[in-house]
């Protein structure tokens, strides 16, 4: 079989996807519980894609667990493993690039966003970063709450989109970053899964050829 420092650095590993998985799943049920700012940077359907790729990489760490500890001969359930694991890397890397190119244009993109909340939702980020408006004190100003009482008192406040974008891009950059980590974690489990394959079937055909000598080795 395999050596034991290749099985400890696959089962590491495996173990890191798993994580990942759990991880996933509980920041998008945790953070479906509401947040002023938060919710203006990861929607519900954000959340729901998170949910489905933690449960996709769960999915992923059982039929490893159940491809691994098949016989040496058995090596169907590593190949099928390693399949499933380049479609992972395919959905990890077009979300990852999605939440990255949203970061590109964070000005432009929350301004969208900003506008699309209701007025009373603006008044309450504008009271919450203590900012009138997004790009200036006439760009989507909601007059009221304790900051924007008046447009003269908006005029003399700073605009919203600094303190917006700086809490989106530290939280995108965040997400991103961690997805791109899970892409490390499926590739390298793919590099391992396909070094335990070509093990067992090195020594599988030993087997065989020391069968046809009688069990004599190759001394």
Known sequence: MPSKKLLGVWAFLDVLLLAAGVLTIVLSIVWKMPDLLRDMVISHAD????????????????ISVGAIIQPNHVTIGLVILNWVLILDGV???????????????????????FSMQSAATQIAVQDKLKCCGYFNS??????????????????????????ITSFADMTLNNIFSSIYGFMAIVLCLFLASLCVINKRMEEERFRKIDEKRGGRGFV
């Open 47 to 62: 959340l729901t894609t998170g949910l489905i790729l933690g449960i996709a990489l769960i999915v992923t760490w059982a």
């Open 91 to 113: 959905v990890i890397l077009i979300i990852g690039s999605f939440v990255w190119f949203f970061t590109l244009q964070e000005r432009a993109n929350f301004h969208k966003v």
């Open 138 to 163: 006439t760009d989507l100003l909601q007059i009221g709450g304790s900051v924007c009482q008046s447009q003269a008192i908006a005029d003399s406040q700073t605009p919203c989109v600094g303190p």
